[in-house]
């Protein structure tokens, strides 16, 4: 099955069946978790955001 | 069982239960819709509407406003636990806005999920055109604006078109088959197509 086939057939089967939300809370949810405490650690201490800013102007999203 | 979604009035009552991304979402609009009006676009669409993907930004179109008033938004989101990526220096972040550049707010001690907080005029067609005409969706007791959904879907198709935009408009095709109008579609595309 093509991946553009599944996101057919997981929104169809939404559409009638709503517990299938729950897996969709997860999943985000597990990627909100795992982002925040690797840039925790990433930036430890007080000058979190100076740190994340010179990342950010690492890969570009920040001039 | 129960339906995905339900139509009240003119709202689009999605079943579920509320994220953490939704309230990431919730507690920055808290803030900004004191200050401004706003309309949220693209992936956060997809997503709140059961696109099983992750993100890191939720896009959200929100007028150009004065510096005095973009002052005391920065300082109400500041106060209420955001960091702008840009600068702690709402002078500097404002130089972005005047010149119409997105700037990025994420939660204190966070870099993602981030909101880019995307400044438009009335010049910028197609994007004022859909903040005009929101659609608005509810999420429990999160109610909030995005674009009518054929806009939204010819958006990801037409201009956007990448993978994950096309997988987008897919999932929105099908899990609202029976709410989108053709002629909507027709009304918009050349409003749409002003992007290209």
């Known amino acids: 099955m093509k991946e553009i086939d599944y996101v057919e057939l ?3 089967e939404l559409k009638k069946n709503p517990a299938l939300f729950r897996q969709q809370k997860m999943l985000i949810e597990s990627q909100y978790n795992a982002s925040r405490s690797l840039f925790r650690n990433m930036f430890q201490g007080e000058d979190y955001n100076q740190k994340a800013r010179e990342y950010l102007r690492g890969i570009g999203l920040l001039k | 069982m129960g339906a995905g979604y339900i139509i009240k009035g003119e709202v ?12 990431f979402v919730m507690d920055f609009l ?16 997809s997503i709140s509407t059961g696109r099983t993907r992750g993100t890191e930004d939720v896009d959200i179109l929100v007028p150009v406003m004065s510096k005095s008033q973009f002052t005391n938004l920065f300082a109400e989101l500041r106060e209420n636990g955001f960091w702008c990526y840009q600068s702690e220096n709402p002078d500097e972040v404002y130089d ?66 990448g993978d994950k935009d096309l997988k987008d408009a897919k999932h929105l095709r099908t899990i609202f088959s029976d709410l989108i109008k053709k002629e909507k579609f027709k009304e ?3 409003v749409v197509r002003m992007e290209l």
């Open chain 2, 188 to 190: 918009y595309e050349a």
């Open chain 1, 10 to 12: 997981y929104a169809r």
């Open chain 2, 96 to 161: 972005y806005i005047k010149e119409m550049v997105s700037v990025r707010f994420a939660r204190v001690k966070e870099m993602y999920p981030n909101i880019e907080f995307i400044p438009i005029t009335p010049a910028k067609k197609a994007k004022y055109f859909e903040f005009t005409h929101p659609q608005k969706m509810r999420v429990h007791n999160f109610e909030f604006k995005v674009p009518p959904i054929e806009f939204e879907i010819l958006y990801k198709e037409l201009v956007l078109a």
């Open chain 2, 30 to 45: 808290q803030v900004l819709k004191k200050h401004s009006d706003y309309l949220i676009v693209s992936g956060f669409v």
């Open chain 2, 12 to 23: 689009i009552i999605i079943n579920r239960e509320l994220t953490e991304l939704d309230r």
